[in-house]
């Protein structure tokens, strides 16, 4: 297995643009979580789901922030308008089940520069 | 819900010398407590875990303790390494699919 698979790997943009972050998850993974890392605020979880349904969506930012998860194998991140406060990496991590006892797996993350 | 804190927040030791990092948490549901090691420029990646019926789990030169009723756990490495530098994270999942996180302890092996 590749393991979770995250696109692209770098980003820089322009503030205003449009972003639009990629996560395939690992196969049979029913959750998925998007989380933010920067250096002041650490590790912040911003959304995830169980089987595609959002389930906790507290740690969105603001409205310019949004994630869908159509199908098993495919989610994104986007944000609209971007602004340079939003540069961070941005990681995406999958598990295997619900209430059973193991890890997240994470992708590489995307390092994400609005300028 | 959960939240969990992590001290200390940098911690530098000696080559060969032991690091403990730890943490506590505040909901008695939580039952998984996993530690993560993301080194520069690279994902977390899990390093050990434990469950809420174990008290302790080792793993070569890393080790966790978990005392439920104090609600902390703890991370030991022996003999460190320069390689063990990098950032650690611990965490607390329960009954729900979320885990929650430290803010992370940089730990620095100095050779």
Not at chain 1, 10 to 28: D, N, W
Not at chain 1, 43 to 48: A, D, G, P, V
Not at chain 2, 42 to 63: W, Y
Request: glycine share 8%.
């Amino acid at each position: 297995d590749a393991g979770v698979i995250q696109s692209p790997r770098h980003e820089v943009t322009e503030m205003g643009q449009e972003v639009t972050l990629r996560c395939k998850p690992i196969s049979g993974h029913n959750s998925l979580f998007w989380y933010r890392q920067t250096m002041m605020r650490g590790l912040e979880l911003l959304i995830y789901f169980n089987n595609n349904v959002p389930i906790d969506d507290s740690g969105m930012p603001e409205d310019r922030f949004s994630a869908k998860m159509p199908n098993a194998s495919f989610s994104t991140l986007k944000i609209q308008p971007s602004e340079p406060r939003d540069s961070a990496v941005y990681f995406c991590a999958s598990r295997l089940g619900q209430g059973i006892n193991n890890e997240q797996f994470f992708g590489p993350g995307t390092r994400l520069t609005v300028l | 819900g959960e939240n969990v804190e992590q001290h200390p927040s940098t911690l530098s030791v000696q080559e060969g010398d032991s690091a403990v990092i730890k943490c506590t948490y505040s909901d008695s549901a939580s039952n998984y407590f996993p530690w993560y090691k993301q080194e520069l420029g690279k994902r977390p990646q899990l390093i050990i875990d434990i469950r809420s019926n174990v008290g302790e789990k080792k793993d070569q030169r890393i080790a966790v303790t978990l005392n439920k009723t104090a609600k902390h756990f703890s991370l030991h490495i022996t003999e460190t390494q320069p390689e063990d530098s990098a950032v650690y994270f611990c965490a607390a999942s329960g009954t729900g699919n979320q885990f929650y996180f430290g803010t992370g302890t940089s730990l620095t092996v100095i050779p």
